[in-house]
């Protein structure tokens, strides 16, 4: 059984305010893109991960055996898996790839042992592993609002191509969260975006484009002020940081810009991908 594990992007992104138990409340509109992991899993004697990427763990922390570990313990099971992931999506980049093949694995788990999990059941699973697997287990345009687990899903039809560009260093998700100054901070307004996004305002996509960890992320990582500059020089419409970082995306109609934008940023070494938006969900 195969499954693809589709990354995301943010459109807009406020960090509304830290709450007591050291967590931050945000309010987002997240969105699905073309651009995913394959994850392969299929009976075993023991669970196991084997990946491309020698980097990334293949126990208790990779996010996939964390997902098998939290279904096994609520639900029972003892059927073993081994789990074969294909990584294209860049970690430590604000597009949820670890989050997006956890929750893979919880669809695929699902499907396997015919659990017929509800769709809050799964969220619920989802919420355990990590706090952008809830929105990762729809792959559905969303407003997420909470820690990112509180979902309203809304539908749009995007009639725009984006292009991803991640610097070589990537972003601590934990370390741009702990450098907040909220007496100096942008709040962005996620419903204006969601509004926009449904309606097909394209000049109000563009407008409402915002992220309140972008500031911290750029004095993290000084190459992500480098890459918006240079796509806004490239004619994108629209430039921004993804989550917390350090992947930008541009956004714009035009596919010259696309093809140029993105020779001349593969030449200066950085990751690249163009890609588009799931604007109806992934199914």
Do not use: W
Request: net charge negative; proline share 3%.
């Amino acid at each position: 059984m195969k499954e693809r594990a589709y990354a995301k992007i943010n459109l807009c992104l406020d960090v509304v305010r830290k709450r007591e138990d050291g967590y931050h409340d945000l309010k987002m509109v997240i969105v699905p893109i073309d651009f995913y992991d394959v994850l392969e899993m299929v009976p075993a004697d023991e669970t196991s991960i084997s990946l491309n990427r020698r980097y990334l763990p293949v126990n208790e922390k990779n996010t996939v055996i964390k997902a098998y570990s939290v279904m096994r313990e609520r639900y029972g099971f003892d059927r073993n898996f081994a789990f074969t992931l294909q990584k294209h999506i860049p970690t430590q980049a604000g597009l949820a790839g670890g989050s997006a093949d956890a929750a893979a694995a919880i669809r695929m788990i699902n499907k396997s042992l015919h659990l017929n999990l509800t769709t809050e059941e799964m969220l619920s699973c989802a919420k355990e592993v990590g706090a952008d697997v809830p929105f990762c287990v729809l792959n559905k345009c969303a407003l997420a609002e909470g820690i990112g687990e509180n979902l309203t899903t809304f539908s749009c039809n995007p009639d725009f191509s984006v292009l991803l560009v991640k610097p070589g260093r990537g972003v601590s998700t934990k370390a741009a969260f702990g450098g907040l100054d909220f007496s100096n901070m942008e709040h962005p307004d996620p419903e204006k975006m969601m509004k926009a996004l449904i309606e097909g305002d394209y000049d109000g996509i563009i407008s409402s484009l915002g992220n309140s960890l972008e500031s911290i992320s750029l004095k993290l990582v000084s190459e992500i002020s480098e890459v918006k500059e240079q796509l806004t020089d490239l004619g994108f419409d629209g430039v921004l940081m993804s989550g917390s970082g350090s992947a930008v995306f541009g956004i714009t109609r035009s596919q010259r810009v696309i093809r140029e934008a993105s020779d001349i940023m593969r030449a200066n070494g950085y990751f690249v991908r163009a890609t588009k938006i799931l604007g109806s969900g992934v199914h």
